[in-house]
């Protein structure tokens, strides 16, 4: 004979009662599908880490049904490649499981998005991490998703480049000051630029992450891949997985092409997100681990939409 189990639950509340904003779980350990390159029917299979919640709208019931939010995680977001509109049926799941308790829900997909990315000139290729970070959220019947994502890439100094050249100008004149009326060896030139004491100073540069949040609309694929391919084309000076000595030289090329401050940095940014339409808006954040300070430099900047991303300072890491 099976005994009905207790579910205290389900019992009367008898304390103080009130309305509870968010109700649920973190540090769900789940497997995901994702997107892998730009083909839509191409996936992967990745660990992640879930925050899954619904808001607790009647303040007469002791708490929600966690173990719903569990089963439905379970159930359907290893089915198919995550995307807004797979986020946007799980929400839609975990308010119709919770019925008369709840009218908002909340889910948040964190994980390490891994990419192959070629070298600049070699012939070789090297896996790439990027952590990203998947929220879908739904409040009065509104649904919103965002995708947050980490760029590595390298920034060199424009102040500490123009303070070299001024010492390898110093370095030249002092070297050929004496030939200067008598025509200076092309070929002594060349050889002394070969040397130590030709480049006798170089611009510091430092790893560099940019941390961009954007929202998305209502879609059954989301290319990582496309994201990625946009923020490195803006800074020009991604970080390199597999490097040879000409892949090291043209990343050098790069970085004395593509001198920036952090503000330069979220600049690029910020006109390469407001060419992308796909995007309803967009949060940058720009570090540069600065070699020179002990401190970072920092940018931040926004789409500027009305009731968009906050434009005040954000010091918290939004990744």
Request: with cysteine; glycine share 6%; charged share 20%.
């Amino acid at each position: 004979m099976t005994k009905n189990m207790p579910d205290i639950a389900c019992q009367p509340h008898q304390a103080p009662q009130g309305k509870l904003n968010w109700v649920g779980m973190s540090g769900i350990e789940l497997p995901i599908l994702v997107q892998q390159g730009l083909a839509s029917d191409s996936s992967v299979c990745l660990s992640s880490k879930v925050q899954a919640y619904v808001n607790l709208d009647d303040p007469m019931s002791k708490g929600i049904h966690m173990s719903r939010l569990y089963l439905l995680l379970d159930e359907m977001a290893p089915k198919g490649n995550l995307t807004p509109n797979r986020v946007k049926a799980i929400l839609e799941e975990f308010i119709s499981s919770h019925q008369g308790l709840s009218t908002q829900a909340f889910v948040e997909f964190k994980f390490d998005y891994y990419e192959r990315r070629n070298s600049l000139k070699s012939n070789n290729s090297g896996w790439k991490h990027y952590p990203t970070t998947i929220r879908g959220e739904m409040r009065q019947g509104a649904f919103s998703c965002e995708v947050s994502i980490e760029v590595p890439y390298s920034s060199t100094c424009p102040c500490s480049a123009a303070l070299s050249r001024q010492l390898i100008q110093e370095a030249f004149e002092k070297q050929f000051n004496d030939q200067a009326t008598s025509g200076l060896d092309y070929q002594t030139v060349i050889d002394w630029l070969g040397t130590p004491e030709g480049i006798n100073a170089t611009p510091h540069s430092q790893r560099s992450y940019a941390q961009v949040k954007v929202k998305v609309g209502e879609s059954d694929t989301l290319a990582i891949s496309i994201l990625i391919n946009q923020l490195e084309d803006a800074v020009k000076t991604p970080v390199q997985a597999a490097v040879k000595r000409e892949d090291e030289q043209e990343f050098a090329r790069l970085n004395a092409a593509n001198l920036m401050f952090c503000e330069d940095a979220s600049r690029r940014l910020q006109s390469k997100l407001n060419d992308c339409t796909e995007y309803l808006d967009f949060w940058v954040r720009i570090n540069h681990l600065e070699s020179l300070h002990p401190h970072d430099a920092v940018a931040i900047v926004t789409k500027g939409i009305e009731n968009g991303y906050i434009d005040e300072p954000n010091l918290m890491d939004p990744m």
